[in-house]
Antibody
Framework: EVQLVESGGGLVRPGESRRLSCGASGFTFDSYSMTWVRQAPGKGLEWIAHINSGSSIITYADLVKGRFIISRDNVKNSVFLQMNNLRVEDTGVYFC???????????????????WGQGALVTVSS | EIVMTQSPATLSVSPGERATLSCRASQSVSRNLAWYQKRPGQAPRLLIFGASNRAPGLSARFSGSGSGTEFTLTITNLQSEDFAVYYCQQYDHWPPWTFGQGTKVEFK
């Protein structure tokens, strides 16, 4: 059974840092890309960051580029989100997802998100 | 960035009825479209990928259709566990992957 378990959430002050972790089990972790998606209170889903299986392709949403860093440890079957210079608007539940390869289109790979963790709540407030 | 627009924002349906949810993309995403269900306090759940392929184990009451810019999620014989928020997502052009704003299916 595929399981994704996030940890590291909590209350942080604006400008501070926080590191989220996501432990994966039930599948061959180093064969899959992984992503982070967040949901602000009362809002919809927003993709944040993506990392491919070998960490050679990493992309970020513009809202977090330069502040957040996604990484992974294929030995420990974990993916991480280092969040720096946090803002009040970064408050939300952060979900770790597995990205399922869906073939190529125009020579580029396509991925949808087939498994999600329960999420980690990050509250940024003074 | 591709903008995904869902309608209606809220859909009031009685148990046993059919719900039809719409999703429009600002440009063609081919059939690279997924639907997710989100219940309060729970992880989002993949329902449909490739516009019309059901996720493993998903009830046949859920079906997806469409291509290009217009997509539909249909839920027949609504059950109590189906009352939730549903999101469409395009994965044809990334980054970024983009979601619609969601359609809340509520009890009528």
């Amino acid at each position: 059974e595929v399981q994704l378990v996030e940890s590291g959430g909590g209350l942080v002050r604006p400008g501070e840092s926080r590191r989220l972790s996501c432990g994966a089990s039930g599948f061959t972790f180093d064969s899959y890309s992984m992503t982070w998606v967040r949901q602000a209170p009362g809002k919809g889903l927003e993709w944040i960051a993506h990392i491919n299986s070998g960490s050679s392709i990493i992309t970020y949403a513009d809202l977090v580029k330069g502040r957040f860093i996604i990484s992974r440890d294929n030995v420990k079957n974990s993916v991480f989100l280092q969040m720096n210079n946090l803002r009040v608007e970064d408050t939300g539940v952060y979900f770790c997802t597995r990205a399922m390869f869906a073939g190529y289109s125009d020579g580029s790979p396509r991925y949808y998100f087939d498994y999600w963790g329960q999420g980690a709540l990050v509250t940024v407030s003074s | 960035e591709i903008v995904m627009t869902q309608s209606p924002a809220t859909l009031s349906v009685s148990p046993g009825e059919r719900a039809t949810l719409s999703c429009r993309a600002s440009q063609s995403v081919s059939r690279n479209l997924a639907w997710y269900q989100k219940r309060p306090g729970q992880a989002p759940r993949l329902l449909i990928f490739g516009a019309s392929n059901r996720a493993p184990g998903l009830s046949a009451r859920f079906s997806g259709s469409g291509s290009g810019t217009e997509f539909t999620l249909t839920i027949t014989n609504l059950q109590s566990e189906d009352f939730a928020v549903y999101y469409c997502q395009q994965y044809d052009h990334w980054p970024p992957w983009t979601f619609g704003q969601g359609t809340k299916v509520e009890f009528k």
